[in-house]
């Protein structure tokens, strides 16, 4: 006998929403704010340490700190976040039921264990691995249950997502190809899949040697591998977070893209292409070819790439369509001055939008190439590039939308709302800030893993330039604004639960939000010369760094 699904329907966008998709929806946002204050905490120890001036944590607790870090914020927090992103782009866009609820309950439950196991673990001290685990460091076996565990749930979720799909087409609750969102959520999916596989070819026989069942692993197979892991992680969050770019758009503005075609394909270029750049972790390897190095850094890199500028040019681009047909068309960007700036939604995502361009994109394609590669490998300028991409481009994304999400879902008004307008300004410097610094310090040479930039109980002494020491300052300074925003942020997710005004009529959003979120079409039909504008600003921009950047390598990269 089949199941009796129970409804109810949306007064802000008109959704018909499966109940039991409501919940999961729910259960795994809070579940990722909770551990996002977590991992937030420990990311804050780590830069408190970073600074000389104040160098926090002893030597163990840092690296404790460091590897908590990483799992809590780069796999735990926007996983989490990235299931209910999952649930909410199959069953509420395409109004469908959800199959087999028990099973994304069972799939919730093995992530949070694994989650709260692998912080136990960790906070033992027994598994200081950092997040990248690198053998022949060896961590508490229940260490990778943890990994294997939460990743196994993340994996059912996704298939359970693909099932969605397949209903939904099936009981034609959608007509016509998915939603871009949804098209964009199924990318991350299908990107998620390979990730996850990856983990799995590699962290079972982890196990099994830390177990004391298998006598070696040699360290270079598993960096090849766990790098099909631990960098396609990030294009699955690079592809969820362009989608809530094209979902905010819709929601604030009612937006849709300047054409649809064009998305897709830069979609699908990421499946196709995104997972390579996984390959900058290894540049320095000896594993790797030559000429498989020069392919993966040249010409197939440049097609992630290529899909990544494209989205950069239609959301602003659709948005800017969107306001020139509202009235606001003098001038290249009245657009922009009349844009909802006390929304922190739209704020957020366009924030977002800003700074994984200018700051993690640019930075990216230093990183991927390789001759580039060779003076920032191993320096501290690898997590400014991270922390430009995963926070400043992923996680402001998520924690923006969390502002119209939150009140939909829950039927609350936001606490403070006059607070949530400082957020993305306060989260946003603090992350670029972090980025930026961490970026100039790592060009000055700075380690990315040593607790010590002092060097303080080394037999050989050695020390930075005066102003790599500034930098790591300043890197301090921006991670206490930052983790403030951060804080801020998770207090007013929990007080507007707990306390936020019951709303009794819809949360405002754009008259054609539903439409913007589910239909289809394009944009087309006006110039938008503003976007194109801010493209040539972000082009330049670009151009000038990877010059600099040649010219600093030819100055220390003698050849006689």
């Known amino acids: ?80 976040f990235e299931m209910a992103l999952l649930y909410f782009a199959s069953s509420v866009l395409l109004q469908s039921r959800l199959p087999m609820p028990k099973v994304g309950w069972f799939a919730y439950w093995l992530m949070l264990v694994g989650a709260l196991l692998g912080n136990v673990v960790i906070l033992q001290g027994e598994s200081s691995v950092m997040f990248t685990s690198y053998v022949p460091m060896k961590a508490d076996p229940l260490f990778y249950v943890a990994l294997l565990l939460f990743a196994v749930g993340a994996l059912i979720v996704c298939f359970l997502f693909f099932a969605t799909l397949v ?3 099936s009981e034609k609750t959608y007509e016509g190809s998915l939603p871009l969102v949804t098209f964009g959520a199924m990318v991350a999916a299908i990107i998620a899949v390979y990730t996850i596989a990856s983990g799995a070819v590699i962290l079972i026989p982890t196990l099994l040697w830390s177990l004391g069942l298998i006598s ?37 503005f009612g937006a849709k893209p300047i054409s649809e075609k064009v998305c897709r394909m830069a979609f699908l270029l990421y499946i196709l292409f995104l997972q390579l750049a996984s390959a900058h972790h290894l540049l320095v390897e000896p594993g790797l070819s030559a000429e498989y190095k020069i392919f993966n850094t040249s010409y197939a890199f440049y097609l992630a790439v290529f899909g990544s500028m494209v989205h950069g040019l239609t959301v602003p681009g659709s948005i800017e369509l ?11 960007f009245e657009w922009l001055r009349k844009a909802p700036w006390g929304n922190p939604a739209f704020v957020g995502i366009f924030l977002s939008i800003i700074i994984f361009g200018f700051v993690g994109g640019i930075s990216g394609v230093v990183l ?27 996680t402001l994304a998520f924690m923006a939308l969390c502002y119209w999400l939150v009140p939909v879902l829950f039927r609350r008004e936001i606490w403070a709302p006059k607070l949530a307008q400082w957020f993305p300004w306060l ?59 951060g804080a801020i942020f998770c207090l007013q997710m929990v007080l507007t639960l ?26 087309a039909g006006l110039a938008v010369p503003g976007t194109f504008v801010l493209a040539l600003v972000f082009l330049t921009s670009f151009v000038l760094y990877y010059f600099v950047n040649w010219k600093y390598l030819s100055e220390i990269w003698l050849l006689s």
Not at 23 to 44: D, R
Request: charged fraction near 10%; glycine fraction near 12%.
């Open 216 to 252: 070696h692993i040699d360290s270079l197979m598993y960096k090849v591998i766990w790098w099909g892991m631990g960098h396609s992680s990030q294009q699955i969050n690079v592809s969820a977070h362009v989608a809530v770019w094209y979902a905010g758009a819709a929601v604030v």
């Open 427 to 485: 989260f946003g410097l603090g992350i670029t800030g972090i980025a930026l610094f961490q970026m100039g310090a790592g060009t000055l040479g700075v380690s990315r893993r040593h607790w010590d930039m002092t060097f303080a109980d080394a037999p050989l002494s050695y020390d930075y330039p005066a102003a790599a020491h500034l930098l790591m300052a300043a890197n301090g300074v921006s991670a206490v604004i930052a983790s403030i925003a």
């Open 368 to 394: 991927g190439t390789e001759q580039l590669n060779l003076i920032m490998h191993n320096t501290i300028y690898v997590p400014g590039h991270f922390h430009g991409t995963v926070a400043g481009g992923t």
């Open 1 to 80: 006998m089949a199941a009796t699904h129970e409804y109810r329907v949306c007064p802000d966008t008109g959704f018909k929403i499966d109940l039991q998709a409501d919940k999961l929806i729910k259960w795994n946002a809070v579940t990722a704010i909770v551990f996002l204050l977590i991992g937030g905490f420990f990311g804050l120890m780590v830069a408190l340490t970073r600074w000389p001036t104040v160098h926090l944590l002893p030597a163990d607790w840092f690296y404790l700190a460091l590897t908590a870090h990483g799992v809590d914020i780069l796999l735990v927090w926007i996983i989490f």
């Open 498 to 523: 707990l306390i936020g005004k019951k709303r009794e009529g819809a949360v405002p959003v754009a008259s054609d939000a539903a439409e913007g979120l589910t239909g289809h079409g394009h944009g």
């Open 322 to 332: 969107a306001q020139r047909r509202r009235g606001y068309t003098k001038g290249l």
């Open 167 to 169: 209903v939904a087409k």
